[in-house]
């Protein structure tokens, strides 16, 4: 397991954009598949972006939204552009070990931050 520390929560006008910040701990981060996922007030927690090689994203965030990683650092990337209300939740980012065909799943994965909060006001 890794160590996840989510950063870059906030509160941003709809159509406004933010950049959210996850940083591993561990030496082989290059060798884990990494996920954020959000949960909404009273809603499930859901899946947004997927990141192990390719890209991989949620129809609800796709062309908005940017996941990336820069491995040298330890840390994967959500760029957030044209935000809106409906994007409001705790995001989380997530982690395992190589890749699962099911990575839009929360239950494959075995290490998460603590979340972090967006709010997009209207």
């Known amino acids: 397991q890794v160590q996840l520390v989510e950063s870059g929560g906030g509160l941003v006008q709809a159509g406004g954009s933010l950049r959210l910040s996850c940083a591993a701990s561990?030496?082989?981060?290059?060798?884990?598949?990494m996920a954020w996922f959000r949960q909404g007030p009273g809603k499930e927690r859901e899946f947004v972006a997927h990141i192990f090689g390719i890209a991989n994203y949620a129809d609800s965030v796709k062309g908005r939204f940017t996941i990336s990683r820069d491995n040298a650092k330890n840390t994967v990337y959500l760029q957030m552009n044209n935000l809106k209300p409906e994007d409001t939740a705790v995001y989380y980012c997530?982690?395992?070990?190589?890749?699962?065909?099911?990575?839009?799943?929360?239950?494959?994965?075995?290490?998460w931050g603590q979340g972090t909060q967006l709010t997009v006001s209207s």
């Open positions: 997530a982690a395992r070990k190589y890749y699962s065909g099911s990575f839009y799943q929360p239950s494959v994965y075995d290490s």
């Open positions: 561990g030496r082989t981060f290059d060798s884990y598949a």
